[in-house]
């Protein structure tokens, strides 16, 4: 039975930064997802504060949000069986010290907020994040 999903993944201002993008894109296209959309843009802290609500009663909510909107982020849908998942199980644990070897976050990540790439934790939140960047 096919399962296939799509879900958010960012490319973080870190990562953007060191022109790690395209290395980062191919590590997806590796492990069997298609990239459906793409863009590059950098977004307002408004629009950080807006996709980050959830996190809006953390300590490091502020500092956050200066960090997505400090430079430009690629947003891409991906698509693939169990994309949520198994985006998750690729980007690795959020803190780069704790990340498996072979997850992205392993090797690209420097620290806990630059930690190179976001992904959607569930199916719902996927479909919100998808259409909080692609809806027109
Ligand atoms: O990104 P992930 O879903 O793994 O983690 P999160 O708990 O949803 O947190 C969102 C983001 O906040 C993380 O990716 C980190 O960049 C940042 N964060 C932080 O700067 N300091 C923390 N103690 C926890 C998270
Ligand atoms: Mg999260």
């Known amino acids: 039975m096919s399962n296939i999903e799509q879900t958010l993944s960012i490319i973080k201002p870190d ?3 060191r022109n790690l993008q395209d290395q980062i894109k191919q590590e997806f296209i590796n492990k069997g997802f298609e990239i459906i959309k793409e863009k590059k843009i950098h977004i307002s802290k408004e629009d950080a504060e807006k996709f980050y609500k959830v996190h809006n009663s953390k300590p ?6 200066d960090y ?5 982020i690629v947003v891409m849908t991906l698509q693939r ?3 949520v998942m198994e985006n998750r199980k690729l ?3 959020t803190n780069p010290i704790d990340a ?4 992205l976050r392993k090797k690209y990540g420097i620290s806990i ?3 190179s790439v976001h992904g959607s934790d569930s199916l719902e939140n996927a479909r919100i994040e998808l259409d909080f ?3 027109n």
């Open 113 to 115: 907020d630059k930690n």
């Open 60 to 65: 490091f909510y502020n500092d956050l949000c």
């Open 91 to 93: 980007m690795g644990a």
């Open 81 to 83: 069986e169990s994309a």
């Open 15 to 17: 990562a953007v930064e």
């Open 100 to 103: 498996e070897e072979g997850t």
């Open 68 to 72: 997505l909107s400090s430079g430009p």
């Open 133 to 135: 960047f692609f809806k």
